[in-house]
């Protein structure tokens, strides 16, 4: 064989490992999409089912809250309703206090 020949030769097998490269290539970015795909999903999911999470918890807490203000609404209108004169009293007395403290444009 030739020297032309060998090199052609040469020349082709290097034509067809840079087609396999290309190939390989190819295939491992269409892989690495997928599993990039497939994690996205994943940390989607993640993340919807935490905000998920964190809105039924803020939501529990926020009813607990309106449920200790209504119970101390009640003790305190329970209260004034018991002791109508002292509720006076406490009004007038608080009245007069915000008053004094208002008045004071020195």
Known sequence: MSARAEEKDDFASVRAELNQLRSDVQTLGETIAKASDGLKGAVRKKAERLAGDLEGTAEEAYEQL???????????????????????????????????LLDRSD
Do not use: F, W
Request: net charge neutral; glycine share 12%; aromatic share 2%.
């Open 66 to 100: 309106a449920e200790e203000g209504r119970r101390y609404a009640n003790v305190v209108e329970q209260k004034m309703s018991e002791h109508p004169i002292g509720t006076m009293v406490v009004a007038l007395a608080v009245g007069v206090v915000l008053g004094r």
